[in-house]
Protein backbone atom coordinates (compact mmCIF):
# COMPACT_ATOMS: atom_id res chain seq x y z
CA UNK A 1 0.00 0.00 0.00
CA UNK A 2 1.33 3.83 -0.40
CA UNK A 3 -0.37 6.32 0.11
CA UNK A 4 -0.26 9.86 -1.67
CA UNK A 5 -1.14 12.73 -0.03
CA UNK A 6 -1.24 15.49 -2.76
CA UNK A 7 -1.05 19.09 -0.80
CA UNK A 8 -2.65 21.24 -3.49
CA UNK A 9 -2.16 24.68 -2.57
CA UNK A 10 -3.35 24.67 1.03
CA UNK A 11 -2.73 27.69 3.45
CA UNK A 12 -3.01 25.73 6.74
CA UNK A 13 -0.96 23.68 8.44
CA UNK A 14 -1.66 20.33 6.56
CA UNK A 15 1.64 20.61 4.21
CA UNK A 16 3.78 20.43 6.75
CA UNK A 17 1.72 17.93 8.70
CA UNK A 18 1.93 15.37 5.76
CA UNK A 19 5.72 15.84 5.52
CA UNK A 20 5.74 14.73 9.15
CA UNK A 21 3.73 11.65 8.44
CA UNK A 22 6.00 10.66 5.48
CA UNK A 23 9.46 11.18 7.35
CA UNK A 24 7.63 8.43 10.05
CA UNK A 25 6.26 6.28 7.35
CA UNK A 26 7.31 4.70 4.89
CA UNK A 27 4.38 4.14 2.54
CA UNK A 28 3.36 8.39 2.37
CA UNK A 29 4.17 10.18 -0.35
CA UNK A 30 3.58 13.71 -0.34
CA UNK A 31 3.08 15.86 -3.51
CA UNK A 32 2.85 19.89 -2.90
CA UNK A 33 1.61 21.79 -5.37
CA UNK A 34 0.06 25.39 -6.13
CA UNK A 35 -3.43 24.88 -6.23
CA UNK A 36 -4.42 23.85 -9.41
CA UNK A 37 -8.04 22.03 -7.99
CA UNK A 38 -9.19 18.35 -7.81
CA UNK A 39 -8.42 17.08 -11.04
CA UNK A 40 -5.04 18.15 -11.18
CA UNK A 41 -4.31 17.00 -7.76
CA UNK A 42 -5.51 13.25 -8.92
CA UNK A 43 -3.87 13.22 -11.97
CA UNK A 44 -0.49 14.75 -10.06
CA UNK A 45 -1.21 11.52 -7.29
CA UNK A 46 -1.75 8.91 -10.80
CA UNK A 47 1.49 10.08 -12.40
CA UNK A 48 3.60 8.83 -9.42
CA UNK A 49 1.40 6.44 -7.58
CA UNK A 50 2.67 2.21 -8.88
CA UNK A 51 -0.27 0.19 -7.02
CA UNK A 52 -2.24 -2.02 -8.95
CA UNK A 53 -5.94 -0.82 -7.73
CA UNK A 54 -6.30 3.13 -6.61
CA UNK A 55 -8.68 4.78 -4.46
CA UNK A 56 -8.84 8.52 -3.81
CA UNK A 57 -10.02 10.19 -0.47
CA UNK A 58 -10.62 14.11 -0.53
CA UNK A 59 -10.04 16.04 2.05
CA UNK A 60 -13.83 16.37 2.92
CA UNK A 61 -13.92 12.31 2.76
CA UNK A 62 -13.43 10.10 5.89
CA UNK A 63 -13.26 6.39 5.52
CA UNK A 64 -13.77 3.35 7.98
CA UNK A 65 -10.50 1.90 9.53
CA UNK A 66 -11.46 -1.50 7.18
CA UNK A 67 -12.47 0.33 3.89
CA UNK A 68 -9.45 -0.36 2.15
CA UNK A 69 -8.73 -4.07 3.07
CA UNK A 70 -12.69 -4.59 2.34
CA UNK A 71 -12.08 -3.61 -0.92
CA UNK A 72 -9.21 -4.93 -1.32
CA UNK A 73 -10.62 -8.26 -0.40
CA UNK A 74 -13.64 -7.98 -2.15
CA UNK A 75 -11.80 -7.65 -5.40
CA UNK A 76 -9.53 -10.25 -4.91
CA UNK A 77 -12.51 -12.86 -4.21
CA UNK A 78 -14.94 -11.22 -7.22
CA UNK A 79 -12.02 -10.81 -9.95
CA UNK A 80 -13.64 -7.00 -10.59
CA UNK A 81 -12.10 -4.30 -11.94
CA UNK A 82 -13.61 -1.86 -10.01
CA UNK A 83 -15.54 -2.33 -7.08
CA UNK A 84 -18.26 0.93 -5.22
CA UNK A 85 -19.52 1.13 -1.53
CA UNK A 86 -21.79 2.28 0.49
CA UNK A 87 -21.16 6.01 1.89
CA UNK A 88 -22.96 8.12 4.05
CA UNK A 89 -23.04 12.35 2.87
CA UNK A 90 -22.97 14.64 6.42
CA UNK A 91 -24.85 17.77 6.14
CA UNK A 92 -24.16 20.64 8.01
CA UNK A 93 -27.24 20.26 9.98
CA UNK A 94 -28.15 16.42 9.45
CA UNK A 95 -26.95 13.08 8.54
CA UNK A 96 -28.00 11.25 6.00
CA UNK A 97 -27.63 7.58 5.14
CA UNK A 98 -27.52 6.99 1.17
CA UNK A 99 -27.86 2.73 1.15
CA UNK A 100 -26.14 1.11 -1.65
CA UNK A 101 -25.94 -2.74 -1.90
CA UNK A 102 -23.67 -5.04 -0.41
CA UNK A 103 -19.68 -4.92 -1.84
CA UNK A 104 -20.52 -8.18 -3.51
CA UNK A 105 -23.76 -7.49 -4.72
CA UNK A 106 -23.63 -7.71 -8.70
CA UNK A 107 -24.51 -4.20 -9.46
CA UNK A 108 -21.30 -2.67 -7.52
CA UNK A 109 -18.75 -5.25 -8.43
CA UNK A 110 -18.39 -4.40 -11.88
CA UNK A 111 -15.46 -5.90 -14.52
CA UNK A 112 -14.09 -3.64 -17.45
CA UNK A 113 -16.79 -5.59 -19.77
CA UNK A 114 -19.82 -3.93 -18.31
CA UNK A 115 -17.73 -0.53 -17.86
Same mark, same amino acid.
Given at each position: ?????? /??? !?? @????? =?????? $?????????????????????????????????????? /??? !?? @????? =?????? $???????????????????????????????????????
Amino acid at each position: MEIIIV /DDG !SV @DDSGR =LSDEWE $KRDHRIKVIHQENKGLSAARNAAMRICTGEYLIFVDGD /DVI !SN @DMIES =LYQASQ $KTKADCIFCQYEMIGPNEKEFHSTKEIEDEGFVVNIEKI
